[in-house]
């Protein structure tokens, strides 16, 4: 994470989630929104999803993505894309999202609009389960639809990359 990063996600406040609740009682929001995390029973594939890598993928997406991304997948206008209602993520192909997580991304033009901001590679600092358990929130968050990655995916398009 570059510093102007770090900064950034230290003026949002935001917070890195360590643990989550499987309780569905016990469920929390989204830090500073009413957006409630999700779980596997408001997946629309919940038949895939376990609790537990529902909130896994929440709580790496809060540690690695939300500082930019924010809480509500819009990202900040002109400086940081939005997620909610990308086309990339909900593309039901998923190997583009794969490969912007893992090799990182910089002058994306998203909606007439270019990102100059740099996204930072992920493929060297997390695992194939981890970077697949982000992309799998991401892909159920705010509405998208995109089809759900798993790990070995994620290693086919890391050794394609190569």
């Not at 360590?18 to 009682?25: N, Q």
């Not at 999202?97 to 909606?111: C, E, K, P, T």
């Not at 901001?117 to 389960?129: E, F, I, K, R, Y």
């Not at 970077?131 to 890391?158: F, K, T």
Request: net charge positive.
């Amino acid at each position: 994470m570059s510093a102007s990063t770090r900064r950034a996600a230290g003026a949002l406040g935001v917070v890195t989630l360590l643990s989550l609740p499987v309780s569905a009682a016990d469920r929390p929001t989204a830090p500073g929104t009413a957006y409630p995390l999700l779980t596997s029973t408001s997946s629309p594939h919940n038949a895939t999803s376990t609790d537990n890598e529902v909130s896994r993928g929440t709580a790496l997406y809060w540690s690695y993505c939300g500082a930019c991304h924010q809480a509500n997948g819009e990202g900040v206008a002109g400086v940081f894309p939005p997620l909610k209602g990308s086309a990339v993520v909900n593309r039901a192909d998923a190997t583009k999202h794969i490969d912007i997580v893992l090799s990182g991304l910089q002058g994306a033009r998203v909606s007439g609009v270019t990102y100059t901001n740099p996204m930072p590679a992920l493929g060297a600092t997390l695992s194939d389960a981890d970077i697949a358990a982000i992309i799998d929130y991401e892909r159920r968050a705010w509405g998208n639809h995109g089809s759900l990655v798993g790990p070995a995916q994620v290693a086919s398009e890391r050794a394609r990359l190569k």
